[in-house]
């Protein structure tokens, strides 16, 4: 098969019939293999009986319907679990991407053999609200990941190489962040592709402020799950000795200082606990042992751990 298209949905009745003929057209204009995977993502409105009767009438419709709403992230993962197509378009289904754009997505893929390929929505129809935090993550998205191609993370339509997406887990609100994901499991050749962004036609936006916190939170989780899940002592053993040391040579300071002042005969006007240097160190001190035991511990989980040696292989002959 030679594309599968993923459509992560909620509440989108209003839409799906349109958006289902567009798909249509323009693979039956390109001749390709192709199935639609709609998630329903717990909608309330006619999404799925919508979806229930293109099935009826297109048997390259599949349908997967979640009993409550768990997010864009648990849809992408089910879908991309349940694809089959050499290449996996994704793009939401409020109109706002263009199915137009899926040859070119699929033919890059292809003949520039790339693991993934980021729409650029270089022209939006978001309010300045939504433009100006996104333009935000996305710089601290590149800054963090390394990936500097990049101008929009978060653009819904994007395309796979069937292996990525079969070697990645998406899950919490971390589909924005899909390209790091791919690239801390060693899929590496990333690019980005300028793509139509159009005004919505049916319905109201489903996210609120609230992903912008969520998001950077996911940010930070990661780049630390990506960077430090096979190794976690590497992290939390070098901040936490850091952290010990510092406390210690603090210590050594404030008491060689004193013993220093006994031996010259000074006068010594108060103890060394009296001391607001004595606190941070002790204070450091035991965040670095602390430090030291988490990462400690964490290792332990971790060679215990089921998937301890679950490593991506790529090939085997």
Known sequence: MNISIVIPLLNEDESL???HDWIVRVMQANNYTYEILFIDDGSTDQSWNIIKELQAKNSNVKGIKFRRNYGKSAALNVGFEACKGDVVITMDADLQDSPDEIPVLYNRILNEKLDIISGWKKKRYDPITKTIPTKLFNWATRKMSGINNLHDFNCGLKAYRSAVVKNIEVYGEMHRYIPVIAKWSGFKRIEEQVVEHRARKYGVTKFGLSRFVNGFLDLLSIFFVGKFQKRPMHFFGTIGTLSFLTGFLISLYIIADKLYRIYDGQHLNRDVTDQPLFYIA????????????????????????????????EEEV
């Open 17 to 19: 019939p349109e958006l």
């Open 282 to 313: 002790l204070v450091m001190t035991i965040i670095g042992t602390q430090l030291f035991l988490t990462g400690f511990l964490a290792e332990m989980v971790g060679r215990n751990s089921h998937d301890r040696n679950n490593y991506k292989i």
